[in-house]
T-cell receptor
Framework: DADVTQTPRNRITKTGKRIMLECSQT?????MYWYRQDPGLGLRLIYY???????NKGEISDGYSVSRQAQAKFSLSLESAIPNQTALYFC???????????FGPGTRLLVL | AQTVTQSQPEMSVQEAETVTLSCTYDTSESDYYLFWYKQPPSRQMILVIRQEAYKQQNATENRFSVNFQKAAKSFSLKISDSQLGDAAMYFCAYRNSNTGNQFYFGTGTSLTVIP
């Protein structure tokens, strides 16, 4: 079974709709992250959380919000989706001395 | 700010041959970590190899090895005996050990393996 899971894997929504992407990890990591990937831009950090009570903005947090419901769960919300939020979204978790990040399978989001 | 540069958007290699993917980074820190991730068409991000900056010895994982040149801020990935399954997008990433956990990713190199 995958250590980091994301739901849904694919999502199509309309402009103005609120959507939530969910992430769970079974690695026992304290730290979790949300990234978006756009062609030619690599991965960019949206939000990260060091523990349940510690949430921080990343490079591109505008238009997004997050919730850390438990150590193992970290969800990303788009309050009012817009077309330029069409992208591939990755959740990751990290732990250990090196804090290597382990990624979920990604959610492909299309905003019409 | 830290930046990671992958100057080769696309590379190709013949099956069984060796290929080297380039990565440079910019930092004023002395303690950090470097990573290579592979993203095959399945889009899963898979850790290939990592290097701690304080270690002089280059990391190796089976057919994958790195050439870490700290003074030059260079971190290249060498894939030996390339296989069809190595075809993927490869991302170089940097993490500073002192200022939080943010990873900085390069823009990726798309590797094609020619049979």
């Amino acid at each position: 079974d995958a250590d980091v899971t994301q739901t849904p894997r694919n999502r199509i929504t309309k402009t103005g709709k609120r959507i939530m992407l969910e992430c769970s990890q079974t690695k026992g990591h304290d730290r979790m992250y949300w990234y978006r990937q756009d062609p030619g831009l690599g991965l960019r950090l949206i939000y990260y959380s060091f523990d349940v009570k510690d949430i921080n903005k990343g490079e591109i947090s505008d238009g997004y919000s997050v919730s850390r419901q438990a150590q193992a769960k970290f969800s990303l919300s788009l309050e009012s989706a817009i077309p330029n939020q069409t992208a591939l979204y990755f959740c990751a978790s990290s732990g250990g001395a090196v804090q290597t990040q382990y990624f979920g399978p990604g959610t492909r989001l299309l905003v019409l | 700010a830290q930046t990671v540069t992958q100057s080769q958007p696309e590379m190709s290699v013949q099956e069984a041959e060796t290929v080297t993917l380039s990565c440079t980074y910019d930092t004023s820190e002395s303690d950090y970590y470097l990573f290579w991730y592979k993203q095959p068409p399945s889009r899963q991000m898979i850790l290939v190899i990592r290097q701690e900056a304080y270690k002089q010895q280059n990391a190796t994982e089976n057919r994958f090895s790195v050439n870490f040149q700290k003074a030059a801020k260079s971190f290249s990935l060498k894939i030996s005996d390339s296989q069809l399954g190595d075809a993927a997008m490869y991302f170089c990433a940097y993490r500073n050990s002192n200022t939080g956990n943010q990873f900085y990713f390069g823009t990726g190199t798309s590797l094609t393996v020619i049979p």
